[in-house]
């Protein structure tokens, strides 16, 4: 599936330097929600606001692909903060993470939904595989740092310092019962998030 062509506002944002993921996943995971996606495709760039993401702590997480140490799969996970690590899962889908945390540390986050517009709509990218397949990325992006604006396809930008409500409930598809999934609250009236509740499509897990 092509890339949607989204014709989101350029934010122009303070690009997220490599502080800002060198520090525990939950924290990054909550503090993304609201900050742009940006992602570059020839001359065009797309533009999505995050909207929901989770958090995986590294080698004491058992639902987190470094449990079992270092592998070739998940060599970018031991990498710096805010390097990418993409995944291709069920044969079908791919995933999306950011690397967190110190280095060595292998934490990371996976995105798992965004919102932006189209000329005629908005458009909710909900779940990880979505939101790839919108935004033209799989295992080429594997590895990028997201930290140097312009010379990588993928970065991210500030939300300009606008809080939103935030929602946190256990991870999709994950037993452990932790609250480290994180969503922007449904607002009546609001239109720059989607509110409409859907259930997680299958290969969204981390």
């Given at each position: 599936?092509?890339?949607?062509?989204?014709?989101?506002?350029?934010?122009?944002?303070a690009p997220?330097?490599?502080?800002?993921?060198?520090?525990?996943?939950?924290?990054?995971?909550?503090?993304?929600?609201?900050?742009?996606?940006?992602?570059?495709?020839?001359?065009?760039?797309?533009?999505?606001?995050?909207?929901?993401?989770?958090?995986?702590?590294?080698?004491?997480?058992?639902?987190?692909?470094?449990?079992?140490?270092?592998?070739?799969?998940?060599?970018?996970?031991?990498?710096?903060?805010?390097?990418?690590?993409?995944?291709?899962?069920?044969?079908?889908?791919?995933?999306?993470?950011?690397?967190?945390?110190?280095?060595?540390?292998?934490?990371?986050?996976?995105?798992?939904?965004?919102?932006?517009?189209?000329?005629?709509?908005?458009?909710?990218?909900?779940?990880?595989?979505?939101?790839?397949?919108?935004?033209?990325?799989?295992?080429?992006?594997?590895?990028?740092?997201?930290?140097?604006?312009?010379?990588?396809?993928?970065?991210?930008?500030?939300?300009?310092?606008?809080?939103?409500?935030?929602?946190?409930?256990?991870?999709?598809?994950?037993?452990?019962?932790?609250?480290?999934?994180f969503l922007v609250a449904?607002?009546?009236?609001?239109?720059?998030?989607?509110?409409?509740?859907?259930?997680?499509?299958?290969?969204?897990?981390?």
């Amino acid at each position: 599936m092509p890339p949607v062509e989204l014709d989101f506002p350029r934010a122009c944002q303070a690009p997220l330097p490599r502080e800002f993921f060198s520090r525990p996943s939950p924290l990054v995971a909550r503090e993304l929600l609201g900050c742009w996606m940006v992602r570059r495709l020839g001359d065009q760039e797309l533009r999505v606001r995050i909207s929901e993401t989770e958090a995986y702590l590294g080698p004491s997480d058992p639902a987190s692909h470094a449990y079992r140490g270092l592998t070739p799969r998940n060599a970018p996970m031991f990498g710096i903060a805010g390097t990418a690590y993409v995944y291709f899962v069920y044969g079908m889908h791919h995933c999306f993470n950011v690397v967190t945390g110190e280095d060595g540390d292998p934490q990371a986050i996976l995105v798992r939904g965004a919102v932006g517009r189209t000329p005629e709509e908005q458009v909710a990218l909900r779940g990880p595989a979505l939101l790839c397949r919108a935004l033209g990325i799989d295992l080429s992006c594997n590895g990028l740092d997201l930290c140097h604006p312009g010379a990588s396809p993928i970065w991210f930008e500030s939300g300009n310092g606008r809080r939103v409500p935030v929602l946190v409930t256990p991870r999709v598809g994950v037993k452990d019962p932790s609250r480290m999934r994180f969503l922007v609250a449904p607002q009546p009236g609001r239109r720059d998030f989607a509110s409409k509740k859907e259930r997680a499509p299958k290969g969204s897990l981390h």
